[in-house]
């Protein structure tokens, strides 16, 4: 994938790829969590043809560690906001896109959000596949881009089903 996703932000299995040069890049973490355990975002702000775009790769807690899944979504949220510019936040919420919490973060940062109801968890259990019933892995963008496409795409070494969105400037 390093051919054509020459440029990369992060790491332990939330990494951003990118055929864009990345011009700036940083993580966030849960305070007092070991490193390995700790990221929540990985951020980067690409260089698309001179425009920049904020891009977020997210991963929240499960519900049911319910306290620690509320400080995600409230450091997520600040960290959004403090974000200028165009902003697509796209990863594992852990949360469905009914729940209190996804119309809250949604509402609360202005960002629409692509994946509504696309089943993407469970894709498998070790080694046995499975047909997934949650839709928990969303796309959210700033009012600046829209949608041109979306869709789940192929099993790959993860429980989750990859979304794939083809996003575009509004202008």
Known sequence: MQDVYPNQAGKHGLVILSKYPIVDKSRLDRPGQPYWQ????????????????????????????ASQQKNDYDHLTKFVQSLTGPVIVAGDFNAAPWTHKAHKFSATTGLGRFNTFVPTWPARWKALPLVPVLPIDNVFVSPQLTKIDLSVGNRLESDHLPVVADIAFVD
């Open 38 to 65: 700790s990221l929540i975002v990985a951020w980067a702000k690409l260089d698309v043809d001179g425009r920049e775009v904020n891009i977020v790769g997210a991963h929240m807690s499960r519900p049911f560690y």
